[in-house]
Each structure stands twice: as C-alpha cells, then as structure tokens.
C-alpha cells in the first residue's frame, strides 16, 4: 500500500508576490492558511497587534489574491486592521509588526503598490469603492474593484451610505461581507441559496440576455418580457424572503464559509459575471486557528499586546502601575454604582477602556453601541433630555466621527455629559492613522465645553468629581495611553474647581513653564534632578483657561514656555498666545508641541523624540533661557 503523498509547505520568506497561489493545490493551500496562521500568532506574540481578526480572514484573503490580480485590480480593505495575511501573500515579513523596524499594523500604501487605501477608522470603504468605480468608468479595461469589510464595520451609518448609492447607481463592486459574527442575519434559508447560486450562473445569464434581445425586438414583446420579469421577481419574493441587499439593488451571495478556499472561489467567478453590484456573505470565526481567541466573547484579542502563546498570558505586566484607562474605568464604575441616573456609552471599545466590570454589574445601563460614534452622542443627547446622566467613553482618534453631535446636540444646548477620551495623544505603534492628538483643535474652537488632563490619580479623582458634580455642558476628560504607579500617595484636590491651573514650583525666577498631562511629572524629575529653578504650572484644565494665574505669570515672567506634547499647536498653544495678547504681553514665548502633521507609528517615547517634544529637547531650552 504507497503512503499518502505529504503536502508541501510553501516557504513564507520565499513569497515576492501572490502570483505562486496559482500553482498550488486546494491541499497545498490548506497547508498555506495554516502557515500563515502560525505566523501571525508568532509575531503578534513579539509585537502585539490585531490577533483575532486576522486570523479569521487568511482563507478570504488567499481566495482573493487567487482570484484577481490586485496590480490591476482594486482592493480596499476596510479598516486595514485586517491586513496581516494579505501583507504576507504580498511579500512582506510581520516580523517587528507595528515598530519602526517592521511594517504598519493596518494599509499602507508607502510599503507596497498592493495597499491602495489606508484607513483607520471603520466604514469609509464601499463610498471609496464608489468613487474608484466611477473614476474608471471611462476606461476600456476596466479593474474589478473588491471591497473586504466585517468586524462589524457594516451597522456603521457610513457604510449604508455607500452601500445606497452603489445600488442607485449599479455600481460594478465586489464586496465581501467578512460576518465573524456580527449582528447582521440576512433572511436566507436553502432556497435563498439556490437563487442566489442561479441567478449568478453563467446559463442564467446568457439565457437572460437572450430571452432579453429577443422579446426587446417588437413593442409587444417588450410588454411581454415586463410582464414576465415581473411575475418572476413575485414567485421568488413569495418563495425567498429577500435580504437587505437584495432591496439596495445587490446580487446577494451567501452566506457561504468563509474558511472554505474553493467555495469561495466559485461565488467570485459568479459575481464577476453578474451585471448588478454583488455581495458575498462570508461566515467566519474571529480567532481561528488559536484556541484562546476563538472562545473570546469580550474582545480581548481583538487587539493584543505581547503575549505568550501557549499560556496566552501578556508578557508585559507592568508589576507596580496602572493604566489611566483602568483608573477612570474604576471612578466610571463607582459612579454609575452609586448614581442610579448614570449611564455609559461606548462605541464598540469596552475592554481597551476597563469598561466590562459595568457591563457585567450594571447591564441596564451600560451600552455598546457598536462601531457607532455619532449615534453614541446623539443616544447621549436623549439621555441628557431625559434628566439622566449620560458618559461617552470613546478613543480620540474614533471620536473625529462625532464632530457633529459634539457641536449641534450636546454643546449648543448646554446639556450635561461626560466625554472621557480614551487614547488621547501619542498613541505609540497603531500610528499615523490612531493617533489621539487632534482632538484638541476641535474643543477649542467650541463654546459649552471643559477640557482637563489629570497627572496622577488624586487628580483624575477630583476631575471626574467636578465633571459628575456639574449642572451642564460637556465635560472631556482626556486619558492619555501611559501608566502610573499603582500605591501612589492621595493628594488634596478638593477645593480644584473646573478651569483651575496649580503651582507646582514658585522661584521668583524669570522663566515660567506651563505644562500638564503625565510628561509633566517626568519634566519635574528631571528639573530636580539638574537643578534647575524655573517656575512651573500645571494647566490642569486646557479649557476653560485659568485667566487669573496666567495674568499672574504674564506679569512675573520674560520668558513663557508651553509645553503641550498631547496637541497640535491649534490647541491649548494658540489659546495661552491669544491670551497673552489680550492682557497684553510683549516678553518671549516658547512653545513645545506636536507638529501639525501625521506621526509614524513606533513607540511613544521615539514618537516624542521624533517630535522634539522629549524631556531632554523641552531642559536644553529651559538652559538657554535662564
């Protein structure tokens, strides 16, 4: 009896490009996904990343290099976070993902002419696609054009925008539906599937188009063909429920498995040939191919950071600090535990945020309300109408969505709600397209609305208290991504009050420094450390200014140094210079702040050297001016 000839393994390192997926077997491709799989999991291990959802769309993605030539073809991948099997079969290395030394964690169009959209926010892909689709609509050889969207970035409104005006206007997309279990139930059962097998076929459609010419040649044929279609399209919505897609002018495929190579394969060869935009529904399981993120319900591993693989434990503790995000998630938690009209809301980011405690105790009045941001701030709105409480827990960079609701139903109404922004600042190895420092702008130029960043716990204590403790407007709490040391001493906050500045050193010297956010304390340190007697501030609230102390330090001082490393100079930099002006003052102003410009991915200290906004750069100026 001959043994069973033994699958070969494609060498990873050896991939230039996806064309070599056409010379392998559905068995040698088997072998290729796990491949891939163990790849991501190893590197991810090293450098964190998005686990989960890569896992679950390393078959799609070879499916799809199979099927189309993306150096001619069109592939948008929503989000990007999803892109890790894709960046291999393109030849890219993970290893060092998300550092200066490897490649990005999402698209990247610098690295590679495969990576056509970069995105890091959910939902823009099919309007894009739209847009592509019309752009070459002139061309004689005209590119498919693929959209891969999922993680629950279809129940965003953006996406339905798309998707409407693809229907409207018959767009020729492709998009795949990547349903790791999501809440979207098209209403399909087995003759669902075997209308969306025919009416894509390629007997069908020539039968069609014949039946079409024919019955188009005479006006009493045109009436018979118009009658025909119309009893058709009866018997099969009186047989098949239609989905949502079929409703928006789609050819509706699926839902099919989405770890399946071959069957996938076969629905492209389908929508290829049909003649109305097409969507292939795809069941797949987030995580597979790795136990511990296949049975995650929370969304731990989602977005991992280090870990170890067979344990699944994190290999950075941090023994002896916590997170920001942890403290504010524990004054969140006591004050819904205490205040019966408290209620939060989160657009889709529980566990980054140390929110799952609440929703556990206090389901009633904990909602997620998915990759959703504007209708977290307009749900927000109804709440505050309604006499209740209202906090947003929302990451900066997702919070630029809900501009709108910010401006037209919270602030201009002065209705009282607390918006804790996650992330704010540097953001460290997501990059250019999650950073956290251009929220800032935006809540400057709006009235109604304080904005504050503690330095240590006593002080996130007394900030959420104020906020809580207000009778309007919007309160933005700013959470930075760094740590602290967990036994801090308490400290006396009680008599802060919303727009206070404090005096953290007073030297009667000719150079003040205003500052705030954890790098303060680090400048601190290092003023000690090096000796240096200059007066400090910590402008604890951005806004409103403490006009008061800052006429003091106007009055006292030649040179002022603003040292905002969570800004863009539109921030709190332009609103102490404007101030100054007004009272008025002609001395030396400095000002240390980010760059009005998109920072690289890589940790947050090398994304602040990059920056000059460091330590070391802010101490060799504070020299030369004393």
Partial sequence: MSKKKETKHYPLKDIKSPLFLKDLSYDELEVLAKDIRN??????????????????????????????????????????????????????????????????GFIDHLESPYDIFESGHSSTSISVADGLAIANLDKKDKPYIVTLIGDSSLLNGVAFEGLNFTGHFNLPLIIVLNDNGMSITPTVGGLGKFFSKISTSSAYLETKSAYRKLLGKTRFGKKIYLRSIRTKNVIKRWLVPTTLFDNLGFTYIGPIDGHDIRLIEKCIKRAKKATRPVLIHAKTRKGFGYDKAMVDKEGYWHGASPFHVETGEPKNMHHGYVSYSHIYGELIYETIRTNKDAYLITPATPVGANLMPIAKDFPNRFFDVGISEEHALSFAEGLALGNKLPIISIYSTFFLRAVDQLITDLARQRLKAILTIERAGLVGL?????????????????????????????????????????????????????????????????????????????????????????????????????????????????????????????????????????????????????????????????????????????????????????????????????
């Fill in 39 to 104: 790849d991501i999991i190893a590197n991810v291990s090293e450098s964190g990343g998005h686990l989960s959802s890569n896992l679950g769309v390393v078959e799609l993605s070879i499916a799809l290099h199979r099927s189309f030539d993306f150096k001619k073809d069109l592939l948008l991948f929503d989000v990007g976070h999803q892109c890790y099997a894709h960046k291999i079969l393109t030849g890219r290395s993970l290893k060092n993902i998300r550092t200066r030394k490897g490649v990005s």
């Fill in 430 to 626: 997501d990059g250019k397209t999650h950073q956290g420092y251009f929220d800032n702008a935006i809540f400057f130029a709006l009235p109604h609305v304080s904005v504050a960043m503690a330095r240590n716990k006593s002080m996130a204590k007394q900030i959420f208290e104020n906020a809580s403790k207000a009778s309007k407007d919007v309160h933005v709490i700013r959470i930075p991504r760094d740590y602290i040391k967990e036994n801090e001493k308490e400290k006396n906050y009680s008599s802060l009050k919303i727009g206070d500045w404090s005096t953290l050193k007073d030297n009667n010297s000719d150079v003040a420094l205003i500052s705030y956010g954890p790098i303060l304390n680090k400048i601190m340190e290092r003023l000690s450390k090096d000796n240096i007697n200059i007066d400090v501030y910590d402008a604890i609230y951005q806004l409103p200014i403490d006009l008061n102390l800052l006429e003091k330090i106007a009055k006292n001082h030649k040179t002022i140094i603003i040292h905002d490393a969570y800004s863009t100079k539109n921030g709190l930099v332009n609103e102490i210079i404007y101030q100054l002006s007004l009272l008025p003052y002609e001395n030396k102003i400095i000002s240390v702040c980010i760059p009005n410009d998109f920072i690289e991915r890589g940790s947050i200290e090398e994304q602040l050297n990059e920056a000059k906004v460091n330590v070391e750069t802010l101490i060799e100026m504070i020299k030369n001016n004393i």
